[in-house]
Nanobody, 123 residues
Framework: QVQLVESGGGLVQAGGSLRLSCAAS????????MGWFRQAPGKEREFVAA????????YYADSVKGRFTISRDNAKNTVYLQMNSLKPEDTAVYYC????????????????WGKGTLVTVSS
């Protein structure tokens, strides 16, 4: 089993920045591919970003490309999501996810999920 705990959410004005963190435990972190997903009120959960176990390969949703950056620190068992130039439409609960399978950046491609952290972007 893998336990994932997100942190770093909060309220920020449009144009601002936040960095989300996700601490993993229960499995060797360096064997996990990691992802970030989000769910806005009244909408379905959607993919945001993902990173391979090595950190070499990353994927981004078109809506966040150029503004968000996913990274990982295998020594700290942590994955990050740096979010810049935030927009009101980025408001959502952000979930960290992990898989030991080959990385497929979709909801069904993930096996473990955190409980989420709320990001609110005010206009």
């Amino acid at each position: 089993q893998v336990q994932l705990v997100e942190s770093g959410g909060g309220l920020v004005q449009a144009g601002g920045s936040l960095r989300l963190s996700c601490a993993a435990s229960g499995r060797t972190f360096s064997t996990l591919a990691m992802g970030w997903f989000r769910q806005a009120p009244g909408k379905e959960r959607e993919f945001v970003a993902a990173i391979s176990w090595s950190g070499v390969t990353t994927y981004y949703a078109d809506s966040v490309k150029g503004r968000f950056t996913i990274s990982r620190d295998n020594a700290k068992n942590t994955v990050y999501l740096q979010m810049n130039s935030l927009k009101p439409e980025d408001t959502a609960v952000y979930y960290c996810a992990a898989t030991q399978r080959q990385l497929v950046p979709t909801i069904s491609g993930m096996d473990y999920w955190g409980k989420g952290t709320l990001v609110t972007v005010s206009s």
